[in-house]
């Protein structure tokens, strides 16, 4: 049986990565498939619930506890592609990932290696936008982010995108440092915009003084 993975979530300040593995056949999957990032978020969600009704899934998490440790981002994203794969084929299915190194063979060999599954692994850059297996994984990873997000703001408040990129993100992580002289369990630490938040809070307090 063949699937497709690709990862959500890779670059914010806040909050957990995601990676999704669907398994299945290409005739299997609901119409309209795409990259979700040309998708909306609602056509994402009903997409999300067609692809779990026609196909398997599996879905692993890398926490922020994760992502600020030892590994480096490129290490997380193989073990978020494995984890995923694990979760939802089985011995001897082959499939595609949606490539996380500059070297696609790289990529795909070092999954390879981190699975327990004994499947096979390619990966190619931009996978998400022609193999429709990948893209359905992006779907699933997406959506699992953005129920992420949402906890995140039903728990903290307003807390935009999570993106670095984000005003309402960098508006959040100053005012919860300004108050708490801390930064929130969810925000990834060893991120720039975390250390330049706490720099600026401290460089403020210092000019207070």
């Given amino acids: 049986m063949r699937f497709g993975v690709d990862e959500a979530g890779k670059g914010p300040v806040l909050g957990s990565m995601f990676a999704a593995c669907v398994r299945g056949e290409p005739g299997d999957l609901p119409d309209g498939i795409a990259d979700s990032k040309r998708l909306s978020p609602t056509r994402r969600e009903e997409l999300d619930a067609a692809i779990r009704d026609s196909c ?5 998490e890398i926490p922020v506890a994760r ?3 030892e590994e480096d981002m490129n290490t997380l994203t193989v073990r978020a592609h494995a984890a995923a794969i694990d979760a939802g084929t089985s011995d001897g299915d082959a499939g595609l990932c949606d490539a996380g190194d500059t070297s696609e063979a790289r990529f795909a060999r070092r999954v390879t290696d981190a699975c327990e599954r004994a499947v096979e692994v390619d990966a190619r850059h931009r996978a998400d936008e022609d193999d429709s297996l990948v893209a359905a994984g992006s779907i699933v990873a997406k959506v699992a982010r953005d129920e992420h997000v949402a906890a995140l703001a039903a728990e903290y408040g307003a807390v ?5 990129s984000d005003s309402a993100t960098r508006t959040f992580l100053r005012e919860f440092v300004t108050e708490h ?3 929130p369990d969810c925000a990834r630490a060893s991120w720039k915009t975390s250390e330049d938040v706490l720099a600026a809070a401290e460089q403020s307090a210092l000019d207070y003084f």
């Fill in 181 to 183: 002289g801390e930064l």
């Fill in 160 to 164: 935009g995108s999570g993106y670095p």
């Fill in 56 to 60: 398997e899934v599996g879905v692993a």
């Fill in 67 to 69: 992502i600020d440790g």
